[in-house]
């Protein structure tokens, strides 16, 4: 990294005061004075800005408000300009690839405005919370987020812990910890990009386009299986009998008994967003018709395949709220659903 620049005490290209600040994230930018820079990045807000101490001799790293009037932040509403009736500047903290910043930003105020909430999503920033958000992840950085946890399996504690060792590696301590804010939005993230692809939002998505689907699933079919008004010829049903396997499906049902979950307290709050829609059955419609089924009976099984059940009161069940869980695929290895096993398989007359 350039340490230092001879072009710093120059007259800017303004005309008007000296180059002080640079950009290391901007490609053969040369330094600019305060007024310039803050221009050149009206829609970078989130670059560091360096600018020149002359006192210490070197380079200072600041936010992009740190170059601003205090009565001013990163303007929102607005396409990048500051609005006439804009809010008092909020102090937030925003996280892009570059790191994290403790900056200003200042809302839209017009008579239509939006919620801040919405401001900051139409800006490209996604916030940790709906009400008064102090906190926002760019859209950027949830890309890539997306990616380093798909290749190279990186928790999301290692990937704040880099965010701000990129802001300071000396007094990364110093730096704010939104660990449990970017724990949240790795979860709305994944939702909202669901419901963009399955078009939920756009009117009826897929339910329009597969009206013999369950209605709002937001599952991936198999496209090797036979599917009526998908992958089939008109008149399918009309095959002669030595051909009808041709549209036949083989389903099989699976459990694994290794995939247990504790009995433990749990966030009341902590529900599932696609409760139903996708793979795992509702919730409720499955508490209902566990409690239908008949309780495990004392009698001990006498089928050597069924020796899961003969083990239900072992050690290895004990406080476990599930045991593990039972897949419904194709021959292609495609899921088609999936539930939780209660209580160990059961015995019944």
Known sequence: MQEADSRIGQLCSCGHAARRVRCQQCLQQAPLCHSCWLGAHKHQPLHWAEAWDETKGYFVRHDISMLMPESLGIPLGHDGDQCPYASTPLLMTLVDVGGVHATRVTFCGCPDHLSKWHQLFHAGLLPATVKDPQSAFT??????????????????????????????????????????????????????????????????????????????????????????DVNMEDGWECAPSHLRHIHSSHITIDGNMKTGNYAKKNDPNDVSLFDGRAYMANSKRYEHYLKTVPQLQNEKVTCNHLNVANGASRSKFK?????????????HYMVGSSVDIIGAERYVH
């Open 139 to 228: 859209l950027n950085l949830l890309r890539q987020w997306d990616l380093f946890n798909l290749q190279s399996k990186i928790t999301v504690y290692q990937f704040m812990l880099s965010l701000r060792r990129l802001t300071d590696n000396v007094f990364t301590g110093n730096v704010p910890d939104l660990y449990k804010q970017f724990l949240f939005v790795t979860r709305i993230w994944p939702w909202i990009q669901m419901e963009k692809r399955f078009g939920g939002l756009y009117g009826d998505g897929m339910t329009e386009c597969f009206p013999h689907r369950p209605k709002d699933n937001v599952m991936n079919f198999c496209p090797a299986c036979p599917d009526a």
């Open 319 to 331: 406080n476990l709220r599930v045991i593990g869980t039972v897949n419904v695929h194709c021959d």
